[in-house]
């Protein structure tokens, strides 16, 4: 019984942590995250598809990447093995980033469309994404995943079309 509420009480903190990092990176990173909420209201099955593959790749090397470091002995190893565990931190800090461009767009969607968004509204979608991730089943298993895949392919997305040199 003490189990079960310890991972409830777990899951219940590690949602506010997230929503409050999801109400933040819209003001950390404006660029980055306003660019992501346009991807994501003018091609979010593109930025599924782009999310898609780049996680598979990405989670296939990093997979490989351990085996490797666990065959390996010594320092070796460890570094492949840190290599997997970079990796797969630039994947969530991907999806991190462009899950902010979708609580942008739930924020202009369902809370504030008129005036300009503040922190409230910003923490207010935060908070409805991720009560919805928390819901067993479809949101564990459907909105979760979608979400972060998207939000993987938004952030690629919005990086390249940033990095982009503007065409004269």
Do not use: C
């Amino acid at each position: 019984m003490a189990e079960t509420f310890a991972i409830l009480i777990l899951s219940l903190a590690g949602g506010a942590a997230t929503a409050a990092l999801l109400a933040l990176l819209p003001w950390l990173m404006p660029e980055v995250t306003q660019q992501a909420q346009q991807v994501l209201a003018a091609a979010p099955g593109r930025a599924f598809a782009v999310g898609l593959v780049n996680v598979i790749f990405f989670s296939i090397i990093a997979a490989v990447s351990s085996q490797i470091g666990q065959a390996l002995p010594g320092l070796l190893g460890g570094l492949f093995g840190l290599g997997a565990i970079t990796i797969l931190w630039l994947l969530l800090a991907l999806a991190m980033l462009g899950t902010a461009g979708l609580v942008i767009l739930v924020q202009q969607r369902v809370g504030n469309p008129a005036g300009k968004p503040g922190p409230t509204h910003y923490l207010q979608s935060s908070l409805l994404l991720v009560a919805a991730a928390l819901a067993p089943i479809a949101g564990w298993f459907v909105l979760a995943p979608l979400a972060l895949v998207t939000g993987v392919g938004a952030a690629i997305l919005a990086a390249i079309q940033l990095l982009r040199p503007p065409q004269a």
